[in-house]
């Protein structure tokens, strides 16, 4: 049960957060999704840093990152975002979203983890 609560406590922290910086960034309806893309990216850092530093942390730590990061991060909201430029006639703009999106998050892994600078 206590794995649970931990998980579920660091995805309300990780909800709460999103939803702060899309109210901070704002939410144009046709516009780049530029609060997605920050959450996801920095997610994708997070996930970087705890690959490499929860290892042989505590499994509390990993449970709570676990909830953090999947509160945080979201892959929906990306896919319906990237669907309403392209309903809205942006498919240019769509497509450098999940250009971007990929390219930033598999990039912020890598660095963040730090497995670049070991080669």
Do not use: K
């Not at 703009?93 to 912020?108: D, P, R, T």
Request: glycine residues 14%; hydrophobic residues 50%; charged residues 15%.
């Amino acid at each position: 049960m206590r794995s649970y609560i931990l998980v579920a406590v660091g995805g309300a922290i990780g909800a709460s957060l999103r939803w702060g910086v899309g109210e901070l960034l704002g939410r144009p309806a046709a516009s780049f999704p530029f609060a997605t893309l920050l959450v996801n990216v920095t997610g994708c850092i997070l996930i970087g840093l705890a690959a490499r530093s929860l290892v042989r942390g505590s499994d509390r730590w990993q449970l709570g990152v676990t909830g953090l990061l999947g509160g945080l991060t979201t892959f929906s909201t990306f896919a319906a975002e990237t669907r309403g430029l392209v309903d809205a006639g942006h498919a240019d703009q769509a497509l450098l979203y999940v250009a971007v999106s990929i390219v930033a998050g598999l990039a912020a892994v890598e660095i963040a983890r730090g497995d670049w600078a070991r080669r």
